[in-house]
């Protein structure tokens, strides 16, 4: 498998367990319990799962009251896909060389 491609389910993985995460902050929220820490929400975005985390805010109107949730999941996701297209730019120049 290629690196790009590692790359992708890392991306994939980690943007479905930040949905997860930020749809049970949501339910707590509601519940009126104990919530997972904004610092957490945001750093499972910045490693990896800026879709998941950008999903759930839209999918569910979790955190976008939030002009800081909305800034760093998007610049987030557009630092994973220049990333990503970077790999998949190197794997074709491997392979056409």
Do not use: P
């Amino acid at each position: 498998m290629e690196l790009y491609q590692y790359f992708l389910i890392y991306i994939a993985t980690l943007s479905f367990v930040t949905y997860l995460i930020y749809t049970i902050d949501k339910a707590k929220a509601q519940k009126g319990k104990w919530r997972i820490s904004e610092k957490a929400l945001l750093t499972l975005s910045i490693i990896g799962g800026a879709s998941g985390g950008l999903l759930a805010m839209f999918s569910i109107r979790h955190k976008t009251k939030h002009w800081y949730f909305v800034v760093i999941n998007v610049l987030s996701a557009i630092i994973h896909l220049l990333i990503t297209l970077y790999l998949l730019n190197f794997a074709w120049l491997c392979h056409n060389v």
